[in-house]
C-alpha cells in the first residue's frame, strides 16, 4: 500500500492507537502524559498536511486517496476511505485544532490527566472518520463514537451540572440519531441493494418518489439538525458549552458542530435532490429565526462562556442558510463559514477558559476592565471578537458576506430571507460588543481574594492562540486559495440537485453593487470571481 493510499486510514488510525496506548505508558508524571498526547496530535497534523499534496485540486469535486480497507467481506462490509476539497478542509481543522487543545488543557486538568488525553485522542480520530468516510457505515459509526468521549469530558471533567449537561448531549443527539439511521435504511431499501457506499446511494432517488425522498431527508434532520445544532433542537448546545472544559467546549464549537452541516452537504443536500428543493424553504425560515433567535438570547447573558454558545446557534444558522440556498455562492460561503467559525470561537472558548482558570468566574458583573492588567489577553479578545462579528479583513466576513450573498441570489430562497438574517449581523455587533466593552474595558474589577491571580498570558497560551490569530487574518485578506477548491464541489453538487434550477441561476442577469461611489462591480454566480472583485474594487 503506498504512501498516498495509506494516508486516510493512517489518519484515523495514528490518534487511535496513540489514544489507546496512553492507560498502558508507564510511570504517572502527568508532563510525560501531556507531552505524549501533545506530540501524537502534532504527529496527526504532520500527516494531514499529506493532503494538500498528494490530493488533485485540479478535480476538487472528485473523492480522491481513495481506499478500501475489509471489514466483514462475507456482509460485503468495508471501511472506505476518500476526500474532496470540502472534506479535506475540515480533517486539516481537526488536526490544527487538536494540539492546540491539548497545549491549551496543560495546566487546566488537575486530576485524571490519564483519561482526559485519553479520551481527546480517541474523540480526533472519530472527528476524522467522519470527514474520510465514503461508506455511510463507517460514517455513522464514527459519528455516534464522538458521543462517547465527549460524554465522559462532559461528565467528569465539566463544572457543577456537568453531569445533566452530558446525559442532554447524549439523548438528544442519540435519539436523533436513531432516526437518521432508520432513514439510511429506508434509502438502500428503495434503492434495492444493501451497498451503503456514498456512490451507490447517490442513485438511490432514482428509485424514490419525492415524497419518500422527503420522509428520508426528515429522517436525516432528525440527526443532523440536531449535531448543527438547529433551531428549535438546539437547547442542549448551550449547557453543553457552559459546562464542558475548555477543551471540550473548543472541540464542540471547532469542530463536533460542524459534523451535522458537514452531513447535510455530504449526504443529505446530494442524495435526495427533490427533498432539497422541497424543504429548502422551510430550512432557510429555521436558520434564520436561529439567527435571530439565538442573537437576542445573547443580549440577556451575564456568563461569558453562555453568551459565546448561544452565539454558535446563530452563527450555524448562516451556515444552513447558505447551503440550502442551493448555490454556488451560499455552499462555497457555508463551507468557509465552518471553517471560520470553527477558528474563531474555538479561540473565544480558549480565551474564556484562560480566564476561569485565573478567577474560577465567567459572569461579567465579576470580571471587568482587564485590557488594565492584561493587555496581551485583552488584545486577543478583541482580535478574535472582531472575527466573530465578521469585521471585514478577517475571517468572519468572507463566510458571512457569501452565505448572504447566496440566499439573495438563490431562486428557493431569495432577498426577505438575506434581508432578516442581515439583522443578525447587527444584533451580533451589539452583544460581542457589549460583552468586550464590560469585560476588557472600564474600571477594573477582579474577584475578591484573586487580585494576585490576574496576570497576563504565558508563553504557552500565547503560542495557543498566535496560529488562530493569523489564520483568522490570513483567510479574512486572502481567502481565494480555499475558495477555489470549493467551486467544483459546490457546483457538482447543486447540479445534482437539479440543472433546471443551475440553469436558472446561470440565466439571471448580474447583479451590480456599489463598493465605493466610483466603483461599479459585477458580480458572477461564481464565489471566487464575486470575492476577487470586490477585492480588486477595494483597491
Given amino acids: 500500500m503506498g504512501l498516498d493510499i495509506a494516508l486516510l486510514p493512517l489518519l484515523v ?31 496527526t497534523f504532520v500527516f494531514s498536511l499529506g493532503l494538500l499534496v498528494g490530493y488533485d485540486f485540479s478535480n476538487s469535486a472528485e473523492m480522491g486517496l481513495v481506499t478500501d480497507v475489509s471489514w466483514f467481506e462475507s456482509l460485503g462490509l468495508t471501511f472506505s476511505f476518500g476526500v474532496d ?12 485544532l487538536m494540539p492546540l487543545v491539548i497545549l491549551g488543557s496543560f495546566s487546566a486538568i488537575k486530576f485524571r490527566i490519564r483519561e482526559f488525553f485519553f ?19 463507517f460514517f455513522y459509526i464514527c459519528f455516534e463514537f464522538t458521543l462517547i468521549p465527549m460524554y465522559f469530558l462532559i461528565g467528569i471533567y465539566g463544572s457543577s451540572q456537568r453531569l445533566k ?23 438502500a431499501w428503495c434503492n434495492g441493494s444493501w451497498d451503503f457506499s456514498f456512490e451507490a446511494l447517490s442513485h438511490a432517488h432514482e428509485n424514490m418518489t419525492t415524497n419518500q425522498q422527503v420522509l428520508a431527508m426528515l429522517a436525516m434532520l432528525a440527526g443532523f439538525a440536531v449535531k448543527v445544532p438547529l433551531f428549535p433542537v438546539h437547547t442542549w448546545l448551550p449547557l453543553a458549552h457552559t459546562e464542558a472544559p475548555t477543551a471540550g467546549s473548543v472541540v464542540l464549537a471547532g469542530v463536533l458542530l460542524k459534523l451535522g452541516t ?18 429548502a424553504p422551510y430550512m432557510g425560515i429555521l436558520a434564520v429565526v436561529g439567527v435571530i433567535y439565538a442573537a437576542l438570547i445573547c443580549w440577556v447573558q451575564k456568563d461569558i462562556k453562555k453568551l459565546v454558545a448561544y452565539s454558535s446557534v446563530s452563527h450555524l444558522g448562516f451556515c444552513v442558510l447558505g447551503m440550502f440556498a442551493l448555490n ?77 450573498f447566496g440566499a439573495f ?57 498566535l496560529p488562530l490569530a493569523i489564520l483568522c487574518l490570513w483567510l479574512g485578506v486572502y481567502p481565494m486559495p480555499i475558495l477555489r477548491t470549493l467551486d467544483q464541489p459546490a457546483q457538482a453538487i447543486m447540479e445534482r440537485v437539479g440543472t433546471d434550477l443551475l440553469e436558472e441561476n446561470q440565466a439571471k442577469p448580474p447583479v451590480r453593487y456599489d463598493y465605493h461611489s466610483h466603483v461599479r462591480a459585477e458580480i458572477s454566480s461564481d464565489a471566487t470571481l464575486t470575492l476577487k472583485t470586490l477585492s480588486e474594487g477595494g483597491r
Avoid: C
Fill in 409 to 465: 441570489q438563490s431562486a428557493v430562497l431569495g432577498p426577505a430571507y438575506a434581508a432578516v438574517a442581515g439583522l443578525g449581523l447587527i444584533f451580533g455587533a451589539i452583544y460581542i460588543l457589549h460583552m468586550v466593552g464590560k469585560v476588557v474595558w472600564g474600571p477594573v474589577k477582579i474577584p475578591q481574594g484573586h487580585e494576585n491571580d490576574a496576570k497576563d498570558l504565558t508563553g504557552r497560551e500565547i503560542t495557543v492562540l
Fill in 328 to 404: 454556488v455562492q451560499g455552499l462555497s460561503g457555508s463551507v468557509m463559514y465552518m471553517i471560520n467559525h470553527g477558528l474563531s470561537t474555538g479561540a473565544l472558548f480558549l480565551l474564556i477558559g484562560m480566564i476561569y482558570e485565573r478567577f474560577h468566574t465567567r459572569e461579567m458583573s465579576q470580571i471587568q476592565g482587564l485590557g488594565r492588567v492584561m493587555p496581551i489577553w485583552a488584545t486577543f479578545m478583541v482580535f478574535f471578537a472582531m472575527a466573530s462579528v465578521g469585521l471585514p479583513g478577517l475571517n468572519g466576513f468572507v463566510g458571512e458576506f457569501l452565505t448572504l
Fill in 13 to 43: 488510525i495514528f490518534p487511535l492507537l496513540s489514544g489507546l496506548m496512553l492507560p498502558f505508558l508507564g510511570g504517572d508524571d502527568p508532563q510525560r502524559i501531556k507531552s505524549f498526547a501533545l506530540i501524537s496530535s502534532l504527529f
Fill in 85 to 96: 476539497a470540502i472534506s479535506i478542509w475540515l480533517v486539516l481543522l481537526t488536526t490544527l
Fill in 119 to 137: 479520551w481527546l485522542l480517541l474523540l480526533e480520530a472519530a472527528m476524522i472518520g467522519v470527514f474520510v468516510a465514503t461508506d455511510i457505515l
Fill in 262 to 279: 458537514y452531513a447535510l452537504i455530504r449526504l443529505a443536500i446530494p442524495m435526495l435532490p427533490d427533498a432539497a428543493l422541497v424543504v
Fill in 165 to 187: 449537561a452530558a446525559k442532554m448531549l447524549f439523548l438528544y443527539t442519540f435519539t436523533g440519531s436513531m432516526l437518521t439511521f432508520a432513514g439510511i435504511l429506508y434509502m
